[in-house]
């Protein structure tokens, strides 16, 4: 998959015009994003055919969907066995690309029973090819297409322990598609032992098997019900110190695995279901370190796609250290190294992944709220300038840098002064000119902490201050009262 | 808060066509014949030796010739069809464990077991990895050309080696696929014709002097 992935980047002869329309498809697919509530994300192993008629390596020629007579005959044909059936389950799965052609198959009555026949059959070419018919099928954007391939789910589980890793990938992306679909489908996946199929499974060694499994699991884990079913039944499986390992390991292989499962590992945080088993796990120490080893990859060579992996590990972290404080395993993060990582990743993507910048403040204001330790190490590290410097940006990282130097702020007069000393009075003065109205509050937070705890400065610029005072209304009082 | 993380992610899983310039995962080599004795596979690729030989040789049972799915089930079909000292044993305490990954339940019977993967892991009533063991173990099937057996499955275990050996020579519409419980709508009289004129080639006629019995045309024209 992710191989996959990085190959999309590389520029090729038809290249520009391919460049564009691939950016309108992704800019209207953000669009879409945006819109809905909840993102259903499935995926579709679809290979290009390998040769065409001339022997020249081609696209697959996308071919027309079929009408019902089509489907109707083609399934007969590959019952009879009249002609070569490999070639005609791949002209009925070039077909299944289509939606109309999905639907006429699944009304088709008996068509599901032959396909999982096939499906089940020992050919291993023919198993193959009715596999990627069913992928087809569960990649389908019509619900009672993907709950028509309900049939096929025990034999797909059944298969994940075999060995042949196209095969097995294969029936984890369908079940990962399946499994997004519906309660319907979940409600029958996990009675079928779905979770501790895949607690064997993640042992195998195929970085492509781990990564199908990785997304399989993914899905799950955002389930509506994940929380209450599948959530404990995953913590209580041999999963979770896998994931760990996966996440960490041979990041120049696997990539992709470590994307897939550091999101896991995201989604099981953010529920709070048992935060505390995976903290005893290590789960803490495993991620700082991902995070320091990849901050020093990002000064060694540009890596396509490392914020896929970053921002799930930031949002574990910052969920870890917002947790209360449960049997005795308060979270603890004592290397500084941290920080430094964290001002690599948000220099390094601030024009072009600015997600990435909240996710590392959001972070920072963890770690900065409650230690003095962080706090100083901002200071002493002289990160302060880099974080002024992200006071001008968009609404919400500004609102988070100047939460962050609340933080600092709040420790006492010696972080004030260091602060002071620093300028921060300056920029601030360009933050309360904002219109937002709670940048200005933080800004006048702010502001308190500073002439709290340096008297002197709140006399000596209080009068540059009041004048704003004029211009700002309603916020007025606060400032009133703070000089 | 930061939704716009998961709307890469989202737009990261969406994204995964292959496109044009990939090179593709599947290197080609030239045409090899499968390893085990007696099956003349042919292959050209890799990937489709491996998944051939994990379907049919991997996990075959040496008795019966069946071949399973996985190396758990293989290890459940030779204990329950093929150990004496488990029917022995099967008499007095529940010896027919359940199929499912992580469920530890065991049972008197085999018909006990099928109701417990039917009732409460949901499985299919004709799951083909379940059959009950035959009274006697015979690899031969006359079908009734009458109609289509409903009960009859497509089954990996009851095919033989040498059945799949047939299939593979494609010289007669295999019955090891075409047998869907029903047929699909249509005419039903069609492929009723087709059943009576088919017969198994016995398995020690070669075509041909000296020919190997392999089904050539699985070469993929580059």
């Known amino acids: 998959m992710w191989s996959r992935r990085s190959c999309r980047y590389r520029p090729d002869a038809s290249g520009l015009e391919e460049l564009r329309a691939r950016r309108r498809e992704q800019e209207s697919a953000l669009r879409k994003a945006r819109r809905q509530q909840q993102l259903v994300s499935k995926r579709l192993l679809r290979e290009d055919s390998l040769v065409n008629g001339d022997g020249q390596a081609g696209v697959e020629i996308a071919a027309e969907p079929l009408s019902e007579q089509e489907v109707l005959q083609l399934l007969r044909n590959i019952q009879m066995g009249t002609e070569e059936r490999k070639k005609l389950l791949s002209r009925l799965r070039q077909g299944l690309q289509h939606k109309e052609t999905q639907q006429k198959f699944v009304r088709l009555e008996g068509s599901m029973q032959v396909l999982i026949g096939l499906f089940t059959s020992s050919l291993a070419n023919i198993q193959i090819e009715a596999a990627r018919c069913l992928h087809e099928l569960s990649h389908s954007s019509d619900p009672a297409v993907a709950e028509a391939c309900l049939p096929a789910t025990s034999y797909l589980l059944t298969y994940l322990s075999g060995h042949s890793v196209e095969f097995t990938e294969l029936c984890l992306y369908t079940l990962g598609n399946l499994a997004v679909e519906s309660d319907a489908v979940r409600k029958r996946l996990l009675p079928q032992g779905i979770i501790p199929t895949l607690a064997s499974c993640i042992q195998s060694p195929h970085v492509a098997v781990l990564e199908g499994l990785g997304y399989i699991l993914s899905q799950l884990l955002q389930a509506r019900e994940a929380a209450t079913k599948i959530i404990p039944l995953v913590l209580d499986s041999v999963l979770p110190q896998h994931m760990l390992r996966l996440v960490s390991s041979n990041l120049e292989l696997g990539m992709g695995v470590a994307v897939e499962f550091s999101w896991c590992l995201h989604y099981i945080v953010c529920s709070h279901v048992n935060n505390a088993l995976l903290i005893s796990q290590g789960i803490v120490s495993t991620l700082v370190l991902l995070l320091l080893e990849l901050a020093s990859m990002i000064s060694k060579a540009a890596t396509e796609g490392l914020e896929l992996l970053i921002c799930p590990v930031l949002r574990c972290l910052s969920n870890l250290l917002a947790e209360d404080e449960t049997d005795g395993c308060k979270v603890q993060i004592q290397d500084e190294r941290l920080l430094v990582a964290l001002f690599l990743f948000m220099q390094y993507f601030l024009q072009q992944h600015p997600f990435i910048v909240q996710e590392c403040l959001w972070l920072l204001n963890n770690l900065t709220a409650d230690e003095p330790i962080f706090c100083s190490a901002v200071l002493t590290l002289d990160l302060l300038p880099a974080l002024l410097q992200l006071l001008p940006c968009s609404r919400m990282v500004t609102l988070l840098a100047l939460t962050v130097l609340c933080n600092i702020a709040e420790k006492g007069p010696a972080y004030c002064h260091q602060l002071h000393q620093k300028a921060v009075l300056p920029s601030l003065l360009s933050t309360l000119a904002l219109s937002d109205a709670q940048v200005v509050g933080q800004s006048l937070e702010l502001l308190h902490l500073l002439f709290l705890h340096l008297p002197e400065v709140g006399l000596s610029s209080g009068f540059q201050f009041l004048c704003i005072v004029q211009r700002l209304g309603n916020h007025g009082g606060k400032l009133t009262a703070t000089t | ?222």
Not at chain 2, 104 to 112: C, L, P, Y
Not at chain 2, 177 to 185: E, H, K, R
């Open chain 2, 1 to 222: 808060m930061a939704r716009d993380g998961d709307i890469h992610r989202h737009l990261y899983l969406q994204d995964i066509l292959t496109n044009v310039t990939e090179v593709t995962e599947r290197s080609k080599v030239s045409e090899f014949c499968c390893n085990i004795v007696g099956c003349c596979q042919v292959f050209d690729t890799l990937e489709g030796y491996e998944h051939h030989y994990n379907t049919l040789h991997r996990n075959m049972c040496s008795f019966c010739k069946r071949s399973f799915p996985s190396g758990h089930l293989l290890d459940t079909h030779i204990l329950e069809w093929h150990d004496s000292l488990f029917q022995i044993m099967a008499e007095k305490q529940n010896m027919y464990q359940c199929l499912v990954e992580g469920c530890a339940e065991k049972f008197k019977s085999s018909k006990d077991r099928k109701d417990h993967l039917v009732k409460v892991h949901l499985y299919p009533s004709d799951f083909r990895f379940d059959k009950p063991k035959k009274a006697k173990s015979s690899t031969k099937h006359s079908k009734p050309p009458s109609k289509l057996d409903a009960s009859v499955p497509m089954d990996v275990n009851v095919e033989t080696y040498e059945q799949s050996q047939v299939d593979s020579m494609e010289i007669c519409p295999s019955e090891s696929v075409a047998n869907p419980t029903q047929p699909v709508s249509g005419p039903i009289s069609s492929l009723q014709e087709k059943k009576l004129y088919k017969s198994r080639i016995p398995s020690t006629i070669c075509f041909g002097q000296g020919a190997s019995r392999g089904f050539k045309s699985m070469k993929k024209k580059v």
